[in-house]
């Protein structure tokens, strides 16, 4: 590496999509976002905004078959800004991978060993690991002589104590298995709970917070002193609260009882629950605003799918209030969290007794900076602080080619 390398491309590899950044580490400068959806449809499309200088967004309307011509695709774009793969200024490719098993627990530099362990664990994340494995495959043969880096959704939640990361069943079948909580979205609660602590003027390692990610997949953490103690998502990433088309948590027996009277096989059970139930199965719509615009019209099963997801939400704030013993900050971000003022109002409702309180003018205020929406009085602060996963990515990724 050079020693002007300091920008990091961050790939966000999704089942039909691919998100990425180009950040300068220097100053975290964007300079380019993008993302390209509907990959594999007739009509995908492409949205590249460059960063600064007024340069215009660019969006386009073609087939782009799979992930290698998407990148391929997004590797023209940046090279039409002049900021190309092929840059000296180019230090490494940083690559979200949603599941690191037991094995990853920080940001890994990828070599043939680390590609095939993030194969190995396909069947714990089905829906994720396969598109980031692709995304890694075809960095790397366009640039095969550049560092490329896997940073892991699970990492910051290996920190988890055995009380909580252990599910109760025989020991020797889950050990054999690799079975146990290994959490998501972790990129996302670490970045969270530092930008909380800035906010709230204190060291992280002084504070206790519950960080509410609540974006289509969502999920919850306590944090104390700036590590992971708790999270609401488990060995995949459908346990815990309801999400966009996700279950969440339900009895296991469910799938025993679909199985056995609905005579439904296990592939049609799984997608049942990650793409068929959440807010989608209650009521069709999986979007937040189309929900809040429906529950506004006063539409019933629109109104009990919210209902059933701020009540699952507040019970995960209730259990980790009491995980924690002490809470400082509750923390709420992601596409939800972020603007869905309503959903931070009825999940806090009613909290008073813990000294929850959420003031209505503060919370109705939209910004996309970190923001405290309780009270000056409050005797625990209520705040919406916007998540970057991408640039997370970016730090880890830097962090350890730079070292
Ligand atoms: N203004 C808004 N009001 C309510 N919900 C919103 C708003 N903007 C975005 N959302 C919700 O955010 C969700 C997407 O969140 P995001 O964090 O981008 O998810 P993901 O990264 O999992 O795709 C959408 O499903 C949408 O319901
Ligand atoms: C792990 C996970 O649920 O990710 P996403 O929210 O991006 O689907
Ligand atoms: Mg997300």
């Known amino acids: 590496m050079t ?10 590899s999704g089942s039909s999509s691919v998100k990425y950044q180009l950040l300068d580490m220097r100053d975290g400068t964007r300079l380019a ?8 449809e007739r009509a995908s499309r492409l949205v590249h905004t460059p960063s600064g200088g007024g340069a215009e967004k660019r969006e386009r309307t073609e087939r782009i078959a799979d992930h290698e011509q998407a990148l391929k695709a997004v590797a023209g774009e940046l090279a039409r800004d002049g ?8 230090a490494a490719i940083g690559h979200r991978v949603v599941h690191g098993g037991p094995e990853f627990s920080a940001p890994t530099l990828i070599d043939d060993a680390v590609l095939a362990e993030i194969e190995r664990l396909v069947p714990l994340a089905p829906l994720h690991n396969p598109a980031n494995i692709t995304g890694i495959r075809t960095a790397r043969a366009l640039r095969p002589d550049l560092p490329q880096v896997a940073v892991f959704d699970t990492a910051f939640h290996s920190t988890m104590p055995e009380d909580a990361a252990r ?8 050990d054999a ?6 959490g998501f979205h972790g990129t996302s609660h670490a970045y969270v709970s530092r930008r909380a602590a800035e906010l709230l003027g204190r060291p992280p390692e002084e504070l206790n917070l519950i960080v509410l990610h609540l974006g289509n997949g969502a ?23 309801v999400m966009g088309t996700r279950s969440g948590d339900i009895d296991p027996a469910v799938v025993f009882h679909l199985e056995r009277v609905a005579g439904m096989g296990t592939d049609e059970i799984d997608e ?40 699952r939400l507040k019970k995960y704030i209730g259990a980790y209030y009491a995980v924690l013993g002490r809470v400082d900050a509750v923390v709420f971000t992601a596409g939800v ?24 003018e503060l919370n109705a205020v939209r910004s996309g900076e970190p923001r405290l929406v309780s009270p000056g009085h409050a005797r625990v602060a209520v705040a919406v602080v916007p998540t970057d996963e991408e640039m997370e990515i970016a730090r880890g990724t830097f962090a350890l080619v730079d070292a």
């Open 219 to 241: 999920s919850a953490s306590a944090v104390a002193g700036g590590r992971c103690v708790d999270t609401s998502m488990g060995l995949t990433p459908l346990e815990g609260l």
């Open 3 to 12: 020693s002007q390398a300091t920008r990091v491309l961050v790939l966000n």
């Open 337 to 360: 969290g972020e603007n869905a003022a309503p959903v931070r109002a009825a999940a806090i409702a009613g909290l008073g007794g813990l000294g929850l309180v959420v003031d209505a």
């Open 83 to 90: 900021i190309g793969l092929d840059s000296p200024e180019l």
């Open 33 to 40: 976002v993008g993302l390209v959806e509907r990959i594999g």
């Open 272 to 311: 049942l629950l990650n793409k068929k139930s959440g807010l989608m199965g209650l009521c069709g719509d999986n979007d937040m605003r189309e929900i809040l615009r429906r529950v506004d019209g006063g539409d019933a099963a629109a109104t009990l799918a919210f209902g059933i997801y701020i009540h």
């Open 167 to 174: 599910y109760a069943i025989d020991t020797g079948t889950a």
């Open 177 to 182: 298995h690799r079975i146990r909580r290994y």
